[in-house]
């Protein structure tokens, strides 16, 4: 019976018209199913939209009267809302649209609809776009720009432009982003110039009804390099006055322009230190431009010398001692781990130690340590971890989370950002589940404490459950096989694509051992002579014949010094230390002992092994959920996956032939025999397929 009824759920599904799907949609592709009545006193353009998607989207019983009422609460918080059946209440009219979209979202979901007041965690949840003014994206993987392009209509806004801007603001509000850095961190001074500005005007213009400014990322260098100064000292006063009027240009033109997004003295940026300044004169001086119209300069602390030392403690040596010399409409953004977007690194120490200055962290969307927009890598719980991570500032309970929404120690703001990974693609990320990240991400940036498994549970209702045609056929019963046959398997594939990624590419604390340039493929062996040694993967994983790992205990580089006690001892000690951060702090000999019993040759083996085993139990999951996902999206993530697979398999075999040359061991013998030759995995450098 049950064999009966498993084979009509089958052919329900392969006879409903799954059809091609490019993923344009979005986790936004829900159809009304009913009628609800509007009841709102004010109107706006934000509240019209919130009204329209009222009425495309409602899911709920036909007929309800729902009230949209704008009105302070003291207890919501900015654009903050309260829910209940009958009730969308908040402080602005941009509260209610975000309302609107979790009420439309829960009843998609099934989740319960009760009066709750929901507030965000961060003021600005932005994107960071590293997107160049000639269209490219730096480490974009989804096609060309969706702002800039090049070519003799680079300035023209055509219909199609607006269209797609407008799509854009429409799914980042639908998360609760309200800002976008529209242009790289390596910025061309050419942003600044007026025919630019003019275009990020007409940005501006259709994203507000949403909720969303933009900002800009300026170089430091711009007053000498378009301004025609002989120097961009921040204490000249021409500088100053220069820095002044583009401003004053720019809030002519965008009254509610958000600001600057600076890199500066970073990986050849120009910066205060080329005049002998520090990053705070910097700052200070574009913020003090930006303050009467209530912008914010948010400053990065990317910053290492090359001159040696251990790279992961520049940013906490630099900054630490300028904490309480910016202005307080400076925010110091950080990136999450204290060396660079790595598949697992510690959080950088500077979350919670700088205590007088604003501080937000900077995620990385784009997988550009994480197998671009090929690989299948849920970056939610990876966040989480970061977010949840101890800091021990306050004592127990100063997460990097509360350290920087404002819980631990008052910021003037809050703010988060993420690395967009967002192109022309059809499906905007190149890789319909890097969608996921960008909800995931947005998400988060509402409410820091969200878990990765409820992220994960929505996303999949809202991309795959509610494809127009066969929602609605979905009644109750298929529903309990959808979520069994397609729900389950899918989010234990995603929640677990992480930790396959971090095995198969750097398990227990390798990092940066990637191919040069394109980040993509293992490239532990690169190091060619005269190249910056913190450039090289052998500075990362020091291996040779007594061992592996890089020493930052106390008597190696001291990084463990910069975390507060606890954690300073914990990292220290080998018996404390987590094994997921083992050869991050500690240099150690190929026999050493894992708390597995195995030595840690062995353990590097067996963790490599299982990396490319997840990813094949990845395929299997996605082909046998193919009855239950349109044709398009079914091929093309199985033909991601089938490159993802072959991809760590040669990671596995890079990294294990390699350091093989310094274990002397053998693989263990019950693993699977490397199939590719090093000398050839050398050669291809694993350049992108
Ligand atoms: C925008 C890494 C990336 C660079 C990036 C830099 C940064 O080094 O490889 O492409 O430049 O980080 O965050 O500034």
Same mark, same amino acid.
């Given at each position: ?33 009913? +009628? ?48 209940? =059946?009958? #009730? ?11 309302? /609107? ?9 099934? !989740? ?43 300035? +023209? ?42 275009? &990020?005007? #007409? *940005? ?13 990322? /300026? ?51 120009? $910066? =205060? ?23 914010? /300069? ?6 290492? !010398? ?36 790595? =598949?697992?690194?510690?959080?950088? =120490? ?57 819980? *631990? ?6 703010? +988060? &950002? ?34 990765? !498994? ?47 990624? /971090? ?23 690169? &190091?060619?002579?005269? *190249? ?10 020091? &291996? ?11 008597? $190696? ?117 490397? *199939?590719?030759?090093? !000398? ?10």
């Amino acid at each position: 019976m049950r064999n009966c009824f498993i084979c009509f759920i089958i052919l329900f599904f392969a006879s409903l018209n799954l059809h091609a799907e490019d993923g344009h949609d979005l986790w936004l592709r829900t159809k009304s199913t009913g +009628i609800v009545d509007i009841v709102c006193e004010k109107s706006s353009s934000t509240l019209n939209i919130a009204i329209q998607e009222l009425k495309q989207c409602w899911r709920g019983e036909s007929g309800t009267t729902l009230t949209l009422t704008v009105k302070p609460n003291i207890l919501i918080v900015d654009d903050g809302f309260k829910i209940s =059946p009958g #009730e969308i209440q908040a402080n602005t009219d941009l509260g209610i649209l975000y309302g /609107v979209y979790e009420l439309l979202r829960r009843q998609q979901t099934g !989740e319960q609809i009760k009066e709750e007041i929901f507030n965000p965690s961060y003021e600005r949840r932005l994107l960071n776009h590293w997107d160049n003014l000639d269209g490219s994206i730096e480490r974009g993987y989804a096609g060309l720009s969706i702002f800039w392009r090049k070519g003799k209509d680079s300035l +023209i806004v055509t219909g199609e432009d607006k269209k797609l801007w407008e799509e854009y603001a429409r799914a980042n509000a639908s998360i609760g982003i309200n800002g976008t850095v529209l242009n790289n961190v390596n910025a061309s001074p050419n942003m600044l110039t007026s025919e630019i500005i003019n275009r &990020a005007k #007409e *940005v501006a213009d259709v994203l507000r009804p949403f909720g969303i400014k933009i900002y800009l990322s /300026v170089k430091f260098s711009s007053p000498s390099l378009i301004g025609g100064l002989k120097t961009s000292d921040p204490l000249n006063p021409e500088v100053t006055k220069w820095w002044n009027a583009k401003v004053k240009e720019i809030y002519n033109l965008i009254p509610d322009f958000g600001g600057f997004l600076v890199k500066a003295n970073s990986e050849g940026q120009p $910066g =205060p230190q080329d005049f002998g300044r520090t990053h705070a004169d910097g700052a200070n001086m574009m913020a003090d431009a930006l303050k009467p119209n209530g912008g914010i /300069v948010m400053w990065r602390a990317f910053v290492y !010398e090359t001159s040696g030392g251990d790279r992961a403690k520049q940013a906490y040596s630099e900054f630490m001692p300028l904490d309480g010399q910016f202005r307080d409409n400076v925010i110091i953004q950080v990136k999450n781990g204290p060396v660079d977007f790595q =598949p697992r690194e510690p959080f950088s =120490p500077l979350f919670g130690a700088m205590k007088k200055t604003s501080v937000m962290p900077e995620l990385q969307i784009t997988q550009e340590y994480l197998g671009h927009s090929i690989h299948l890598v849920f970056l939610s719980t990876m966040w989480e971890e970061f977010l949840q991570s101890e800091t021990y500032q306050q004592g127990k309970g100063s997460t990097v989370a509360r350290c920087t929404d404002g819980s *631990v120690y008052p910021q003037k703001y809050t703010a +988060i &950002a993420g690395v967009s990974n967002i192109g022309l693609d059809a499906n905007w990320c190149g890789h319909h589940f890097a969608q996921a990240n960008w909800y995931a991400f947005g998400r988060l940036a509402w409410n820091n404490s969200l878990s990765s !498994e409820q992220i994960a549970v929505e996303w999949i209702k809202l991309t795959f459950c509610q494809t127009a045609e066969n929602f609605d056929k979905i009644k109750d019963p298929l529903l309990v096989e959808w979520d069994l046959n397609f729900l389950k398997p899918v989010k234990q594939m995603i929640l677990e694509s992480r930790e396959a990624a /971090v095995n198969y590419m750097m398990p227990l604390g390798l990092h940066h051992i990637f191919a040069p340039d394109h980040h993509y493929g293992p490239g532990p062996w690169w &190091a060619p002579k005269g *190249v910056r040694k913190d450039w090289t993967p052998p500075y990362y994983h020091q &291996a040779d014949t007594n061992g592996i790992g890089f020493d930052r205990t106390q008597t $190696g580089s001291n990084a463990v010094s910069q975390y507060h006690e606890p954690l300073n001892s914990k990292f220290n000690d080998l018996k404390t230390c987590p094994e997921i951060y083992l050869l991050w702090f500690h240099h150690l000999p190929w026999n050493y002992k894992m708390k597995s019993g195995r030595s840690l040759w062995d353990e590097l083996c067996y963790y490599y092994d299982i990396g490319l085993q997840q990813v094949r139990q990845f395929q299997k999951v996605w082909d046998k959920i193919q009855p239950y996902v349109d044709s398009q999206r079914f091929v093309e993530v199985q033909s991601k996956l089938r490159n993802q697979c072959s991809n760590a398999h040669e990671w596995k075999d890079a990294c294990l032939l390699y350091f093989q040359q310094f274990s002397r061991q053998p693989i263990p013998y019950e693993i699977e025999r490397p *199939v590719h030759d090093l !000398e050839y995995l050398i050669e291809i450098d694993m350049k992108r397929h």
